[in-house]
């Protein structure tokens, strides 16, 4: 028998440590040690509930448990076989106890459906893929439906585009649908380009065959023979489980002519970028798989109408895609039972920074942050304070504690002035500097500027310029507004989705954070420590002995003697001319004294 | 391989495919039994997933365990890697992080061949549909 006793931070918290070694002890005394094998585990994502202990093999599954109620564990479950009901979950619903952590599927906030073979089955190998139902939804399809009753589908199941803007999918394919002809294209977008997002990279390498088949799915609903993957050429792993899906798929007649008997043709190719991120942009992207560059167009028309070779086109990612075969199999109802009321299903995000557990997630929409933060990813790092999460990428923003209790879907992101984007989610704590952050967004959207428009060429740059006038102490108020006006007439007048969304974290930041902007220009201060030109070294002149060390090692002689002795000392103390000062932090690392302080 | 020529051909495939791993799974002798799957994306790899699955293959014939391994893709514990799922004959599967070498000789010294656990397990925390 195994006592498994949480050890997530949160339940250490709450003496996980303690109930462990009580664990031990009793065992020990009843001479139960050798049957019964008590282990500290990783975090059950369920911290509200802490601390957790579960005995095996029967999954129990005990929640709040304080050290003294381990006797009561070990006398009633593990000696007599009887479970401790009191301290079995509860379910808030039917106010039952439920004690089998196979039946309280609902405990866990997550609920993987785009992620539903990663981590499963072996990507590369199709068998595993279809012993788990791969390519009966294509079946389906072919043989069951007709091309619109699968746009239908697709539409009422109310999926909608996850590379972040969020447009209704099956809408999408009935407009390109509309536009028959002989020579049209479904276009897989794989150019995943947020900083620190890798959902679509992930989903490529655990699951390729999800995408092959609901790229033939979305072929035969609109029309179209050929498949196009836009992948970036730095995602080697990816690239190479993609092929294997492929070759395999056309070995067992899923992909190539006469699919499944059915007389629909369709086959799959990959194209490769260089990793630029506006080729995330359709009409970028396009361009730059038809050998130019990839720079955007007006739209419309769009790619629906005027796409690849300028044939119609549909552009989805990869995770819209990845929905796509079990929307077929467990129907459009099912689909739309899952999140919130206008946006359906999940949403799978790149969990990062300041937090516990770093992973990848996937959350039924209007999930909360704080469930996300807290639960999930198992609170912030080292017990610091949380200072705010970054969602959306370069094209998002920063939201704070007051966003906390907020719903997770598109409309609610946008509201609160960030967006879904593709799913990048970094959690900040106190030592994060948002006017640092904003400036961090801004240098990628100007390296990643295609430099077709001036706006986004011109105008991102003179925001950076402002941003780094005010990290470096010589913003003025002005400068804020200044700021504001430039983002107003980027967000109004840029060509493409980047260029429109590229201030935001700079708007966000500003009215989420204003009082940090202001404390950066008016008293030329971080709080966070983060902008090094705003730190000033101080010696602490009753502290410094005088000796002299950090004299020697500072390379910028920025350090001198002073004519003030202070009691108890025989030298003078130093002092550090801030005018010289390269702020490289050696003084400090060399005073002995803890003398040296960074203000 | 034939091509699948219709739906009802890659359901009755579907079938053959499920039940032959339920065969593996419900079979009498307990040494072919265990099954050891290891989350390799490029993160995983790139933590040492490749160069620990190839250690536990080398340690599992020291031992004369028959253990069958396979590569996965990601299972989201980002915090843990690399990360391995064991499971053994009649019990439910188990993930363990930071394997590493001396990891991966505890648990099959410990866990697969005297069923004793080792720290490091990992809690399953989503659904799958």
Same mark, same amino acid.
């Given at each position: 028998?195994?006592?498994?006793?949480?050890?997530?931070?949160?339940?250490?918290?709450?003496?996980?440590?303690?109930?462990?070694?009580?664990?031990?002890?009793?065992?020990?005394?009843?001479?139960?040690?050798?049957?019964?094998?008590?282990?500290?585990?990783?975090?059950?994502?369920?911290?509200?509930?802490?601390?957790?202990?579960?005995?095996?093999?029967?999954?129990?599954?005990?929640?709040?448990?304080?050290?003294?109620?381990?006797?009561?564990?070990?006398?009633?479950?593990?000696?007599?076989?009887?479970?401790?009901?009191? @301290?079995?979950?509860?379910?808030?619903?039917?106010?039952?106890?439920?004690?089998?952590?196979?039946?309280?599927?609902?405990?866990?906030?997550?609920?993987?459906?785009?992620?539903?073979?990663?981590?499963?089955?072996?990507?590369? =190998?199709?068998?595993?893929?279809?012993?788990?139902?791969?390519?009966?939804?294509?079946?389906?399809?072919?043989?069951?439906?007709?091309?619109?009753?699968?746009?239908?589908?697709?539409?009422?199941?109310?999926?909608?585009?996850?590379?972040?803007? *969020?447009?209704?999918?099956?809408?999408?394919?009935? /407009?390109?649908?509309?536009?028959?002809?002989?020579?049209?294209?479904?276009?897989?977008? &794989?150019?995943?380009?947020?900083?620190?997002?890798?959902?679509?990279?992930?989903?490529?390498?655990?699951?390729?065959?999800?995408?092959?088949?609901?790229?033939?799915?979305?072929?035969?609903?609109?029309?179209?023979?050929?498949?196009?993957?836009?992948?970036?050429?730095?995602?080697? /792993?990816?690239?190479?489980?993609?092929?294997?899906?492929?070759?395999?798929?056309?070995?067992?007649?899923?992909?190539?002519?006469?699919?499944? !008997?059915? !007389?629909?043709?369709?086959?799959?190719?990959?194209?490769?970028?260089?990793?630029?991120?506006? %080729?995330?942009?359709?009409?970028?992207?396009?361009?730059?798989?038809?050998?130019?560059?990839?720079?955007?167009? @007006?739209?419309?028309?769009?790619?629906?109408?005027?796409?690849?070779?300028?044939?119609?086109?549909?552009?989805?990612?990869?995770?819209?895609?990845?929905?796509?075969?079990?929307?077929?199999?467990?129907?459009?109802?099912?689909?739309?039972?899952?999140?919130?009321?206008?946006?359906?299903?999940?949403?799978?995000?790149?969990?990062?920074?300041?937090?516990?557990?770093?992973? /990848?997630?996937?959350?039924?929409?209007?999930?909360?942050?704080? #469930?996300?933060?807290?639960?999930?990813?198992?609170?912030?790092?080292?017990?610091?304070?949380?200072?705010?999460?970054?969602?959306?990428?370069?094209?998002?923003?920063?939201?704070?504690?007051?966003? @906390?209790?907020?719903?997770?879907?598109?409309?609610?992101?946008?509201?609160? *002035?960030?967006?879904?984007?593709?799913?990048?989610?970094?959690?900040?704590?106190?030592?994060?500097?948002?006017?640092?952050?904003?400036?961090?967004?801004?240098?990628?959207?100007?390296?990643?500027?295609?430099?077709? %428009?001036?706006?986004?060429?011109?105008?991102?740059?003179?925001?950076?310029?402002?941003?780094?006038?005010?990290?470096? *102490?010589?913003?003025?108020? #002005?400068?804020?507004?200044?700021?504001?006006?430039?983002?107003?007439?980027?967000?109004?007048?840029?060509? %493409?989705?980047?260029?429109?969304?590229?201030? =935001?974290?700079?708007?966000?930041? @500003?009215?989420?954070?204003?009082?940090?902007?202001?404390?950066?220009?008016?008293?030329?201060?971080?709080? &966070?420590?983060?902008?090094?030109?705003?730190?000033?070294?101080?010696?602490?002149?009753?502290?410094?002995?005088?000796?002299?060390?950090?004299?020697?090692?500072?390379?910028?002689?920025?350090?001198?003697?002073?004519?003030?002795?202070?009691?108890?000392?025989?030298?003078?103390?130093?002092?550090?001319?801030?005018?010289?000062?390269?702020?490289?932090?050696?003084?400090?690392?060399?005073?002995?004294?803890?003398?040296?302080?960074?203000? | 391989?034939?091509?699948?020529?219709?739906?009802?051909?890659?359901?009755?495939?579907?079938?053959?495919?499920?039940?032959?791993?339920?065969?593996? $799974?419900?079979?009498?002798?307990?040494?072919?039994?265990?099954?050891?799957?290891?989350?390799?994306?490029?993160? +995983?790899?790139?933590?040492?997933?490749?160069?620990?699955?190839?250690?536990?293959?080398?340690?599992?014939? $020291?031992?004369?365990?028959?253990?069958?391994?396979?590569?996965? +893709?990601?299972?989201?514990?980002?915090?843990?890697?690399?990360?391995? $799922?064991?499971?053994?004959?009649?019990?439910?599967?188990?993930?363990?992080?930071?394997?590493?070498?001396?990891?991966?000789?505890?648990?099959?010294?410990?866990?697969?061949?005297?069923? $004793?656990?080792?720290?490091?397990?990992?809690?399953?925390?989503?659904?799958?549909?």
């Amino acid at each position: 028998m195994h006592v498994l006793v949480c050890g997530g931070t949160g339940c250490q918290a709450s003496a996980s440590a303690q109930i462990i070694e009580n664990f031990q002890r009793i065992l020990a005394e009843k001479g139960l040690q050798n049957e019964v094998q008590v282990v500290r585990t990783g975090c059950f994502g369920f911290c509200e509930k802490g601390p957790i202990v579960k005995i095996m093999p029967d999954n129990t599954f005990y929640t709040q448990v304080k050290p003294e109620d381990v006797e009561k564990i070990i006398n009633e479950h593990i000696i007599k076989g009887r479970k401790v009901t009191d @301290l079995l979950y509860l379910d808030p619903e039917n106010k039952e106890h439920v004690s089998d952590s196979k039946h309280m599927g609902f405990y866990r906030k997550q609920l993987r459906i785009a992620l539903r073979n990663c981590g499963f089955i072996n990507p590369e =190998n199709i068998d595993e893929c279809i012993s788990r139902g791969g390519y009966e939804a294509l079946g389906k399809c072919l043989s069951e439906m007709t091309p619109q009753q699968v746009i239908d589908e697709v539409t009422k199941s109310g999926l909608r585009g996850r590379g972040g803007a *969020g447009f209704p999918t099956g809408v999408k394919w009935g /407009l390109c649908a509309k536009n028959k002809c002989d020579e049209m294209y479904v276009i897989c977008n &794989a150019d995943e380009g947020d900083p620190g997002a890798f959902m679509d990279r992930s989903i490529m390498e655990g699951d390729p065959h999800s995408i092959v088949e609901a790229m033939a799915i979305c072929g035969y609903a609109i029309g179209a023979t050929h498949g196009l993957v836009y992948i970036r050429a730095e995602y080697p /792993l990816a690239i190479h489980r993609l092929q294997v899906a492929i070759a395999q798929a056309r070995e067992y007649g899923l992909l190539g002519k006469d699919i499944l !008997g059915s !007389g629909f043709d369709f086959d799959i190719e990959l194209r490769y970028g260089a990793g630029a991120f506006v %080729c995330g942009e359709e009409t970028a992207l396009i361009h730059s798989m038809e050998g130019m560059r990839g720079e955007p167009t @007006l739209k419309p028309p769009f790619p629906a109408v005027h796409g690849y070779k300028g044939q119609p086109s549909n552009v989805n990612n990869v995770e819209t895609f990845a929905n796509v075969p079990i929307i077929i199999t467990k129907g459009a109802d099912w689909f739309a039972s899952i999140g919130s009321e206008k946006s359906k299903g999940t949403k799978v995000f790149a969990l990062a920074g300041q937090i516990n557990n770093v992973g /990848l997630i996937e959350v039924p929409m209007g999930t909360t942050l704080r #469930d996300i933060i807290y639960e999930i990813g198992g609170g912030i790092k080292g017990g610091r304070k949380f200072k705010a999460v970054q969602t959306g990428g370069p094209s998002g923003g920063c939201l704070t504690e007051k966003h @906390l209790d907020t719903p997770i879907d598109y409309e609610s992101l946008a509201a609160a *002035g960030s967006m879904m984007g593709s799913g990048g989610m970094v959690v900040m704590d106190d030592t994060s500097c948002m006017v640092a952050i904003a400036k961090f967004y801004l240098e990628f959207t100007c390296e990643e500027s295609c430099g077709k %428009c001036s706006p986004c060429r011109i105008g991102n740059k003179r925001m950076l310029e402002i941003l780094t006038k005010i990290t470096e *102490g010589r913003g003025t108020m #002005d400068d804020l507004q200044e700021l504001r006006n430039l983002a107003a007439v980027i967000k109004d007048t840029a060509l %493409c989705g980047l260029g429109q969304t590229s201030p =935001n974290p700079v708007l966000s930041t @500003l009215d989420n954070f204003w009082d940090e902007y202001v404390e950066h220009v008016v008293d030329k201060k971080c709080r &966070a420590g983060v902008c090094k030109k705003l730190m000033r070294y101080e010696i602490d002149k009753e502290k410094c002995i005088g000796c002299g060390a950090c004299k020697k090692n500072c390379p910028a002689e920025a350090i001198s003697k002073t004519d003030y002795i202070a009691p108890g000392h025989k030298l003078p103390s130093m002092m550090i001319d801030p005018s010289k000062c390269i702020k490289c932090g050696a003084c400090i690392s060399t005073c002995k004294f803890g003398a040296i302080s960074v203000k | 391989m034939a091509k699948v020529k219709s739906l009802a051909e890659l359901k009755a495939m579907r079938e053959k495919l499920q039940s032959n791993i339920d065969l593996r $799974e419900k079979s009498n002798d307990p040494d072919s039994l265990v099954q050891i799957k290891v989350a390799m994306a490029t993160c +995983g790899i790139a933590a040492g997933a490749k160069q620990v699955m190839e250690h536990m293959m080398e340690k599992a014939d $020291e031992l004369k365990l028959s253990i069958v391994f396979t590569q996965t +893709g990601c299972m989201g514990y980002c915090h843990a890697e690399p990360t391995i $799922e064991v499971k053994c004959p009649g019990k439910d599967p188990i993930v363990f992080g930071h394997v590493d070498n001396n990891r991966a000789d505890e648990i099959l010294t410990k866990y697969v061949m005297n069923n $004793e656990m080792v720290e490091g397990v990992i809690p399953v925390n989503y659904e799958t549909i």
